[in-house]
């Protein structure tokens, strides 16, 4: 292509399509994660209406990825359409979104023992002093929603924040905007943070709530995540040397400890769909955007709730269909996801799936099993800038 081509990487956060070929070796629990199809089994219990990722290869993709075919889905997609393969360890967000610009993790994410305490005295203590508190709560495996709600009446009376974990490589704090104060949450999480990513831990994530014991508490939209920097240029470095503007919508800027990432927005995915219909507007000849729509996991994927993952896909398929007759001829548009959560599993964690690779620009065409890498080397390629990642073009 040109130098005035454009370039949007999608990532709607956990929009699996099953058959990870080790799925196997990734729990929920008990249960491995092979047979989860986040797609496939919200269609098939609620049923689905996505007319425009279905048109792009939505459809295509999950029976490529899986062998599972959605009774309605079209075998004509008008875009070109695959299913990428990761090949870091893990499940989580840096893995994927670092692997989809161009970096395979080259460590294994450390973890929290499924234990109570499940964190070491020696991090506790650390957490303390840094908050200045005389202890901290919870302590344990928990979801983010489930932990506020047991802990958030007693953290409003101790002033203690409240530190949980997963099967990911993270450790969250949540801590009341009011009472603890949002400010102090972040420099509370950015001052350990350097410790954690030292232990090969992903990321220190901010999770501020609102309300009360009586009325209920609620996550608020001030999420920040302190992510251990990627340990080799990405896609978004190598735009941005090349003199481009690159966008992040959402975490992205997060997830890349904002290297590379010349501008970012952030709040609600209603709010980021707004900032993504801006920027198909006006973003700059030779740019890239990078947009992270993270509602489908953080508001249905974790807690399992099927039929709001279903109206959550339905209402970025009708955005999505705003937006394509707007792009300019030589745009390049790549709806993808780093990582599954299907609603339909036990447990509350993510799922080691396959994801959809749904390309609008290139014309209608099956791109097959390719791996994530390959989406930066596509996107290079498209906007002609020098590319040393790894992965191979498919324009």
Same mark, same amino acid.
């Not at 370039?7 to 196997?24: K, Y």
């Not at 047979?35 to 290869?57: C, E, F, M, S, Y």
């Not at 040397?241 to 010349?262: C, E, L, P, Q, Y």
């Not at 609603?343 to 993510?350: A, M, R, S």
């Given at each position: =292509? ?35 199809? $986040? ?38 997609? $008008? ?35 499924? %234990? ?62 009011? %009472? ?34 009586? %009325? ?41 400890? =904002?290297?590379?990432?010349?501008? %970012? ?7 980021? =769909? ?69 609603? $339909? ?51």
């Amino acid at each position: =292509m040109t130098d005035q081509a454009r370039a949007f990487i999608i990532v709607i956060d956990s929009v699996g399509i099953g058959g990870a070929p080790d799925a196997d070796q990734y729990f929920n629990g008990d249960l491995p994660d092979t047979g989860a199809n $986040t797609v496939a089994h919200i269609a098939q219990k609620h049923g689905l209406r996505i007319p425009t990722l279905d048109a792009l290869g939505l459809g295509a993709a999950v029976t490529l990825a899986s062998g599972d075919v959605l009774d309605g889905f079209t075998t004509s997609p $008008t875009g070109a359409w695959g299913a990428a393969t990761e090949i870091s360890r893990g499940k989580d967000t840096p893995s994927g979104h670092w692997e989809l610009a161009g970096v395979p993790v080259p460590w294994d994410w450390h973890t929290f023992p499924k %234990t109570e305490p499940t964190f070491p005295d020696e991090l506790t203590v650390m957490i303390c002093e840094a908050a200045g508190t005389g202890g901290i709560l919870a302590n344990r495996h928990d979801s983010g929603t489930a932990v506020i709600d047991a802990e958030g009446a007693r953290h409003m009376q101790t002033g203690w924040p409240i530190c949980y974990t997963s099967v990911d490589s993270v450790l969250q704090i949540a801590a009341h905007e009011e %009472t603890f104060g949002r400010e102090r949450l972040l420099k509370l999480c950015a001052d350990i943070a350097p410790t954690l990513h030292a232990m090969k831990i992903g990321r220190v994530i901010a999770r501020p709530f609102i309300g009360d014991p009586e %009325t209920g508490f609620e996550r608020t939209a001030y999420r920040r995540d302190f992510a251990i920097a990627p340990p080799s240029p990405t896609l978004c470095d190598y735009v941005h040397d090349a003199g481009r503007m690159v966008h992040g919508v959402g975490k992205i800027g997060d997830i890349f400890s =904002m290297r590379g990432v010349d501008a %970012t927005t952030k709040g609600r995915d209603a709010d980021l =769909m707004g900032d993504l219909n801006r920027l198909v507007d006006t973003a700059e000849a030779g740019s890239l955007t990078f947009a992270n729509f993270v509602e489908f996991d953080s508001e249905y994927g974790h807690r399992r709730d099927v039929a709001g993952y279903a109206a959550h896909l339905e209402w970025f398929d009708a955005a999505l269909a705003e937006i394509l007759p707007r792009l300019r001829a030589d745009d390049l548009l790549i709806v993808t996801a780093d990582h599954g959560n299907d609603p $339909t599993w036990p447990g509350t964690d993510h799922t080691r799936e396959r994801v959809p690779v749904l390309v609008h620009g290139i014309g209608a065409k099956p791109l097959g099993q390719i791996d994530f890498v390959d989406v930066a080397a596509s996107v290079a390629d498209h906007l002609n800038v020098p590319y040393a990642g790894q992965g191979k073009s498919f324009l």
